[in-house]
Every structure is written in structure tokens, then in C-alpha cells.
């Protein structure tokens, strides 16, 4: 996901518009374009409201119910806003098999939020996401393109403070 | 051909089929939940699983294509516990309610379960629990019921066309859904019921109020009533009411229905039916006997014939009513009171359909045949809001679309069917002739014109040709309000298309230029060779469900049954050798002419069967007036409607669900129309109301029933010299079907036309008879929505279709309302030269500015106040879609 990730709405509407119209564009006349139109229309600000769904659908002219059912299909797409760190933790079968499921009764209790959800500063966001090909460092878990491994819940303090102090640097700096 | 073998029976099929398509050929039925005939399969259920000699595993009998020296097995151990295990899968989470389950009985799952031995599922977890959707008004939705077979959203997105469901998510949670999870009831979904009549379960349910078991219930196969279309379907019967209706695999509908067919029936078992005939003394409704009313008619019919002449009485025969029954009406008013002035209301709608194309082809209807359009490389729309109007050959025109079929529309309102369209012009009310001689201007300049056909097959061209010189692109912009390009693209989609059909309706017919309409698109079809051709053609989609056949059967004041003419001395002799009596040579009056002759005291005997004028005319001040005028009227109906009121004599007759006989759909398919109920009260069939007045008046003819009448009706009328009932059985016939053994004609003009050679004629563009003016600046153009049918008074008997379109409103453009200072729901006073009414503005851009459309369905706030009875002089048709109003504001 690009730079413009957040979900505060900080970029202009106008550019993320002529973004949405200059994807469509240039997939416009593809067939089988629907996927890479709503992968690159989710990088303007990390998912992919109602307006932009109906945009896409009247742009590429597939009804909205299909788009609408594609979108749902994929977890990676996302219909609600995304926290500034996308927390994701694999259920895929090794990663269940090895205690993913308390790895997340842990991260819902530190984040206080529940799967799906953002949290109201918008800083984290937490899914629970299909095998992200790691098995073997199951459980696995990604923070935005970090992977963590072979997690045990006494884990996860730490590593969603270390998250929270790069968000105060930011919001510092800012 | 493929030769294979399934369950130890060779058989050999056509390439492509699937195995469970080949087997039900040797009716072998295979299970299945999801498959669809006519659908490319889901394959999602797995049930229909089978074994074929050589693979390993088994296969999905809806999805594997049938190959040579394949050998298939359908039954055995291993296909048995295969079919239990998805049994068991789909009910871990199906609510085991088969007790109180409403779809107990008609339900696949239930069935297969009972075949296979499933009681409980093995399975044992989580259970959905989604909330009922019940607000669309005549269906709700209970998903904890579906077993996600895809059915549902496959009609809607691939048979209807209509995007409304879809899949949404996957594992356990998957579910059918609106987009964003709305409700049905706020979503886009136009309650065909399609997918309700295509769910295996007890998911999506029609909503009754009647409780009713399946097998409690019979089912008669017969024809849908409300409109061209000529959908088959299903009337499910219990005890003396209809409960429910299922779309028939008939050969227009092919398995859909619309809003109105499927839901609609109610108005057959209403309170408010007439039951008894009604007498009308002293301005009141006294009820009387059969034999006290047919013997006052009859006194009154003999005593005015005496005094005026038979040229004083005239007769309103009915679209709605079957063949037979037009015959016999068109014969009472020629045989026996002895005047050819009887029409109905193809006068109000394709007149100018009847009279262009039968001069120019020589047979003035729909070419072509509805399952064509499927096939068609480049679909012309024009004047016709086929998605509302004739529904189910919308969806067939859309899904030709899917099919790769290009499509043009050119409509003053922004229609539904616009939004399908590669190319759209919205023109501007009554320049139709312009626009199709400015796309032939296109054709020829560029060169696209069918030269070997128009050499062999036609005469006149150079005419047309000079004609359409001065038609360039830009002038004809000009006239329509459209961009010459545009004109220069439609132009060229259709010209260079290989078999392009063209569908026209009523902003087309119904103007006073209407045949010239009609006449230029029939001119426009032959320059590209399109007539005569299969999936192309010139198709006036006919409104009423028997508005051809009431054509057909000699319901016009110049044509006898088949087109022959009353001053056709050949056909006169035949005519009156058969019935009997001396025929008037003379054509009679039209339904226009008859109510300017009331008024004028010419007329003085009005018989109106099954047509409700006071709504459907124009000027219906004058109507009223004229009605009034009279020294007797006799309605017959089904209710009392705003023109029975007028009448001093009502009769009770039949819905078309009371009686048998045929209806001819547009597409001239001659179907059988089955009694499923008796009449209510004292109600009778049309026709025998027609047979007991006749003899009555002296003219003893008897029919044991209506295929007796048809009988009479193939020796008279060459186009149906072949139809019987005993054939119809099998299906019905598209006329010409000239004798037995003939097999009906698909499509009209194959070698030769009709007439001999396909005639061009030269039309100029006309100005309507009343446009805008300063006094009354805007200009109002009438039709239909989808929620009802004519007059309402079927349709404003259910209720959930005035849940979804209770009341009368005004279209009007933004810009339009903007400067008059009116917003969505404000009240406003419509005036034209000849009335006034109060109705609702729809601000929308769906009209383009200064453009009004107002549907003419409703009794308060009619449009037929507003609307100009001028007439074409060749057709006589009224010209409805355009008149010059001003608007108030009323609140």
C-alpha cells in the first residue's frame, strides 16, 4: 500500500478522483480488469468506499452487484477504512493449528477493537486474513509489510507499543 | 451428433448438450438444486452428481458436455452416498421447518431429502441467523433458508438482466445480497419475481394472503394477461382462488415473468367484481337478470337500428378479450345488426402500425419472432419503453446485450433500456421521421445500403433516396435536439450490422404522423436488407395481450377476420355465404369517429366490451361527453369501470382466468388461453354473453364452446386456415399458418413480401399538430410504467403495486423545475387547450428540459384530459405522446 494509506481522508478529493478516473482509464478497455482496477482504486486510501465502488462499476460498466460481490469475495479488499498499521493475523490451517486463535483474543484485548474493525484514532486496524504463505513461521501475523513469526501472545505487547511510538514520532514531526 | 450411452440406453444427441440435458431426453431426471435450463450452469450444488466410465472421479452431470462413446451411469451405490453428502452438508444449516415451511411440498431439498434418507444433518456447528427481508411488497426473503445455490442471482444478473442480488463474501458466511447489504424493498429490484419462481427452497417466497398447501393446490397451464408479450404460465388453483402463479417454459417468456404476471392475479378473485347484471334506473344501478337485460338490449338494438339506421350503432370490441370473442363481437355488430363500425383500441395504439406496414409490406405486424431477438448483431429501440411496457422482452433484449448484441436507442426520455444502449438519442417528442430519414441520408451517402436487395426485393428506392437527400445529419440535429454524430453513428451501427431488428411501439405509432412513423422505419429496415431475415426485422411490440388478435379477428371498421376488406367483393361473398346474411360493403366508423359521432347525435348506440375509454382516450372531456350523448350504452366488464358508470345496461363477463380460448402475442402466436375458475356470481364468459344477444336479435348460431368458434374462424381467415384447437395443444402457432399441416412462420417476408415487393415511400418530416407555444409552453408526451396495465383497472386492485405506484405524476427536468420553483412531490395544475389536472412533479433527467411526461394509467389526474384527439388522416390514430400544457404550482 502506498504512502496515502490513511484513513483520515487527508488528500484532496478532488486528486483522489481524477486518481479513480485515471485507473479506470487505463483498464478501461481490458477485459478481466475488475481485480487490478480495485487493487490500484484501494492504494488511494487503503479501502474502498460505496462511492468509488459505483464509479468503478459505471466506469468499467459491470454491474455493482458484481463488483460489490468480488470486493466481499477477497479479504484483501476492504469495504471500511484501514488504520494507519493494517494488523493481520493468519487463521490459514498451520497458524490455527499452532494458536492463532489466542494470538487474537490477545491482539482484540491490547487493540480494543474487534476483527474488521478500526480503531477510533485510526491508527490500527486488525483482520484476521487467509495463509499469507509462511506457514512455517506459523503463527504468523503482518503489520502493514512486516511479518512476525512463531508467535506466542506474550509477544504482542511489545510489538504493538513499538507501533504506537512510530505513531507518536509522526504525529510529533507532523 | 453425439452417440452415448446412460444408464444402459444409447442415445444419440447434438453436439454441446451436458450429460444431464442428454439424459432427460431419455427422461432420465437427474437432481440438481442449482442447474437452470437456459442458463450456462453454476455447478455449485454438486447433487447431480454422476458416474462416466474411464474417470476417476465423479462428475457434475450439469457442467460435463456430452462425448462420443461416453458411458454414463446415474444410479448407483457410489452416486447415492455422494448425493446424501451434499444433502448432509446443505442441511447443516437448514433449518429442519418443513412443518409450517410454506414451501413444503414444492421444495427440491425436501424432495431429495425424502429420496435420499436424510433426516438430521451429521453435521453439527453454527446455524445462520440473518433477519427476514421482508420488504418488498410481494416477496420477502429468508436467507436462513438458502442453500447458496446461485439460482437466484444468476436469473436476476443473467436472465432478467437486473443486477439486483448478488454473492456476497465466502466460507460460512456467504450470502445472497443486495449491494451494501440494503433491502430489497430500497433497492433497484423491479419485483419480477423471477427468482422467486427459480428457488429450489423456501428462501424467497411469494407473499399471500391465503395460507395453502401445495398439494392442495392445481395448476392450469394458460396465457398472461397484461400485455403483448404472451407470456405461459402456471395459475395455481385452490378451491375457487387463484394463490399463486409459475412462469411456463413458453416460447416468449422462456421461464420469466414480470412484476404483473407473476404477482399481479389478484384482481380475478376480487370482491369488487361484477357478479350481476346492472340496470340503471332513474341514474342508479339496479341488478337484474340475464334474460330481462339481453331482452332490453335487444329491444333497444332493433328499435334504433328501425328509427337510424344501423349506421347509428357502433361497437367498442376489446384487446383484452380472447379471439373468439372479437369474432363474435365483429360479427354481431356486421351479421346481425349490419354495420362495420366496430373497432377497439389498436386504433389508440398500432393503427398506424396495421395501416403503414401493410402498405408497404403487406402485413402490418411484428416480423419477427421474440426468441430472434437473442440472435440479433444490433437491437434499434425506438419509441418503445420496452423494459417497462413489454418486460420480458426488455430482459430478452438485454440479455441479447450479454450475448454481444449492440444496441441503439432513440427515446425522448432517458429510459431504462438507454443505459444498455452504445448509442442513445434523445430526441425530441414527434421527430421520429426526421431522425430515421436522417440515418437513411447516413446509409446511402455512406454507401450502406443493401444494393443487391434493394434491386430484387423492393421498389421505390430512388424515391427514398430523393427523398432523404436534404436529411443531412445536421439538419436533422437540428430537429431532433441530438448531436449529428450521434445520427452518424446509429446510422452506421445499423447499417453495416448483418441482422439488425427494430422495435418501435407507441412513440412511433401514436402521433399524428404515425404511419409516416410507421412507413419510415419499415423504409429504413429495407434499405439495409433487413426484412425477410431471420433475428432482424420490423417489430411493433403490440401493447394488449390480444390486441393482434383482436386485429387479426376483424375488430376494425375496414377489415373483416385475416385483413379481408368489407369492400372486397371476393371476400364479402365468401363472409356472407358462411354467416349467412347480407353484409354492408361500407367501411364503418373508428373509435374516434364513433365518439365525434355521438356527440353529433350520428351514433346513437354505443356496445363497449372490456374497454374503458373514459381513461385511455384522449380529451376525455369530450368522451365524457359524447358517452353521454348517447341514446343507449351497454359496458360489458369485469368491474365497474369509469365507463360503465356512464352505461344503462352493464354485463358481468369473465376474467381470463374464467374462460377458454386463444390470445395472439405480438409476435403472432396464436396460444391457448385455459379456464382454471367459474366466473363470480352470475358472471359469464364474453363470448357466450355475445352468443346469447345474437340469437336473441334473431341469428341462431349456436357454439358448443370456443374451439367451435376457432374452427369457424380457421375456414374464414386464411392467415389461421390451419389453427384448431386439438394443435394449439402442443403449442402455439405464429400465423400465417394457412392449413394443417403448415407449421406457422417464424418470420414474415422470407422469400417474397406479402405484397409482392418491399415498398419505399417517400415521408417528410411533419410537425406534430399542437406544439408549445407561449400560452402553453411546455410539451407533455404520456405512456406507461411498469406497475400497470392500462386503465388500472386490474393492476390499481393490488396492492402492492400501488404500494410502489400509488398515484399520477408529472416528469419534469431540473432545469424546468428549477425555474418554475417546484421540487420532488409539489403539488401542480397541468392545463392544455381541453382540460386540466392536478398532479406530482418527479423532478428527474430522465425528460429533457421543458418535456413532461405524465403516465396515462391513472383516473385521478388523467392524462387523457390533457392530450390532443387530433388525428393521423390515414390511420386515424390520436396523437398521444404529444401535446402543449402549462404548468401551475398548486400548493
Sequence with gaps: ?174 | MVSLTIDDKKITVEEGLTIIQAAKRVNIEIPSLCYIEGVESIASCRICAVEVEGRPNLVASCATPVSEGMVVKTNSQRIYDARRTVLDLVLSTHPLDCLTCEKAGNCKLQDYCYEYDVKVSSYIGKKNDYPIDDTNPFYYFDKNKCILCRRCVKVCSELQCNNTLCFSERGFVTHVSTPFEGKLGESNCVSCGNCVSVCPVGALMPKSRVKFRTWETRQVKTVCSFCGVGCEMYLKIKGDRIVGVAPAMGPANKGLLCVKGKFAYGFVNHPDRLKKPLVKKDGVFEEATWDEVLDIIADRISGIRQKYGPQSLAGLSSAKCTNEENYLFQKLFRAVIGTNNVDHCARLCHASTVAGLAATLGSGAMTNSIEETLNSDVIFVTGSNTTEAHPVIGAQIRQARLKGARIIVADPRRIELSKDAEIYLQIKPGTNVALFNGMMNVIIEEGLQDKEYIEARTEGYEGLADTVRSYTPERVGEICGVDPDDIRKAARLYGKADRAGIFYSMGVTQHSTGTQGVMSVSNLALLCGNIGKESAGVNPLRGQNNVQGACDMGSLPGDLPGYQKVFNPQALEKFEAAWGVKLPDKAGVTVTEMLAGAEKGNIRFMYIMGENPMISDPDINHVEKSLKALDFLVVQDIFLTETARLADIVLPASAFAEKDGTFTNTERRVQRVRKALEPPGEAKADWQILMELMKKLGYEKTYGGPSEIMDEIAGLTPSYGGISYDRLEAGGIQWPCPTRDHPGTKYLHKESFTRGKGLFKQIDYVESAELPDSEYPYLLTTGRVLYHYHTRTMTGRIEGLNRISPESFAQINPVTANRLQLSDGSRIKVSSRRGEIFTKVRVTDVVEEDVVFIPFHFADGAANYLTNSATDPIAGIPEFKVCAIKIEKAD
Excluded: W
Excluded at chain 1, 64 to 93: D, R
Excluded at chain 1, 135 to 158: F, K
Design chain 1, 1 to 174: 500500500m502506498g504512502a496515502n494509506s490513511c484513513c483520515c481522508g487527508c488528500i484532496d478529493e478532488k486528486l483522489q478522483e481524477d486518481r479513480l478516473r485515471e485507473i479506470i482509464g487505463k483498464y478501461i478497455n481490458t477485459k478481466g480488469a475488475l481485480i487490478p482496477v480495485l487493487h490500484e482504486a484501494q492504494t488511494i486510501n487503503g479501502y474502498l468506499p460505496e462511492s468509488v465502488l459505483k464509479e468503478i462499476a459505471a466506469g468499467l460498466n459491470i454491474p455493482l452487484a458484481e463488483v460489490y460481490g468480488v470486493v466481499t469475495f477477497y479479504t484483501q479488499f476492504s469495504l471500511k477504512p484501514k488504520g494507519k498499521f493494517k494488523v493481520q493475523l493468519c487463521m490459514g490451517t498451520a497458524c490455527y493449528v499452532k494458536g492463532a486463535e489466542k494470538i487474537l483474543e490477545k491482539l482484540k484485548e491490547k487493540l480494543g477493537i474487534m476483527v474488521g474493525e478500526c480503531s477510533e484514532d485510526g491508527s490500527f486496524s486488525l483482520d484476521a486474513c487467509r495463509c499469507i504463505g509462511a506457514c512455517g513461521l506459523a503463527p504468523v501475523m503482518m503489520i502493514n509489510d512486516d511479518v512476525y513469526g512463531r508467535l506466542v501472545p506474550e509477544d504482542i505487547d511489545g510489538i504493538i507499543e513499538k507501533y504506537r511510538n512510530m505513531q507518536d514520532v509522526v504525529q510529533d514531526v507532523e
